[in-house]
């Protein structure tokens, strides 16, 4: 090896300037060369590797509200997503100011949710999609659509797309409207609990518990757990399949809650409630609201 060594040496000591820069170019010529094949490989496998569907996130705004000036009024074209975690009572506020900040509180999480249940749906049309034409899953493909029909309780993609579905947005605030009196009710100060939800959980309970029953108030961190909660019953109990059925054929509202008997024990006066809310409030014109395009990479 010593010799070898010694005869390079020699062997470069015998060339001209002129050689030396001959061979220092090729060498470096050589190294950017490779460098280059071995990155085109890298990026190759990337380009290969990554799926075919983006998903797009939502930058939350997370805000407190201390006094009700705290409400960010909303544009309904460009909705802020402002999520709220810690709310007080709209009670002492003259109805119809009660109501637009209700709403300016409200409809940024149900927006939120929406964006993100589209999203989902989008994607399992896509991995349908992708069957159909006997195309092979990515890994990461394999495995969300695995986690979502799990979730959603769904033997087939196409069950999956029932549930995994949204609601007029005029439906969830007169849901929450209704149930949270328009953002004065106990629960809803002091559990962030829109929907009136019960728990057997206490990890998930607040400190109001029911009179004759081991059972708590559900709580919340913020607005939008509880949008996402009331989401996971309607899309997954037994009692909304018809109304799942009924919501993959029209998305009027009129017609969507007369199959929501079952959310309430009133059965029927709860659905001409509800009826009488969207009209009177116009909450119709929020079903066409969007987050704004300035908080969605």
Request: hydrophobic letters at 40%; one cysteine or more.
């Amino acid at each position: 090896m010593k010799t070898n060594y010694i005869k390079f040496r020699i062997f470069l000591r015998r060339l001209t300037f002129g050689e030396k820069t001959v061979i220092f170019l090729f060498t470096l010529f050589f190294a950017v060369v490779l460098i280059k094949a071995i990155y085109d490989v890298k990026t190759t496998k990337i380009i290969k590797e990554k799926p075919g569907f983006v998903f797009k996130k939502v930058n939350i705004i997370y805000k407190e509200i201390n006094r009700p000036t705290d409400i960010v009024p909303i544009n309904c074209s460009a909705v802020i997503p402002v999520v709220y975690t810690k709310v007080i009572s709209l009670d002492s506020l003259p109805v119809a100011l009660k109501k637009r900040k209700f709403i300016d509180m409200v409809l940024p999480s149900i927006l939120i949710v929406n964006f993100e249940l589209k999203q989902y749906r989008e994607f399992v049309k896509y991995v349908k999609k992708k069957l159909e034409n006997n195309q092979e899953l990515l890994p990461q493909e394999e495995e969300l659509i695995s986690k979502l029909l799990e979730k959603y309780k769904s033997d087939s993609l196409n069950e999956l797309l029932t549930k995994l579905n949204i609601n007029p947005v005029s439906i969830v605030l007169a849901q929450a409207a209704i149930e949270s009196g328009w953002g004065s009710s106990r629960f809803f100060v002091q559990a962030n609990n829109l929907f009136g939800v019960w728990t057997f959980n206490k990890k998930h309970a607040s400190k109001i518990k029911a009179k004759k029953a081991n059972v708590y108030l559900k709580a919340y961190p913020n607005i939008l757990e509880s949008v996402k909660d009331y989401y996971n019953s309607i899309n997954l109990s037994w009692a909304y399949r018809k109304f799942r059925l009924v919501r993959l054929q029209t998305n009027d509202p009129f017609l969507l809650t007369n199959h929501l008997e079952k959310y309430s024990i009133l059965r029927q006066q709860y659905v001409q409630r509800l009826k009488s809310i969207i009209r009177a409030n116009n909450l119709e014109k929020y079903d066409n609201c969007r987050l704004s395009p300035e908080y969605i990479n």
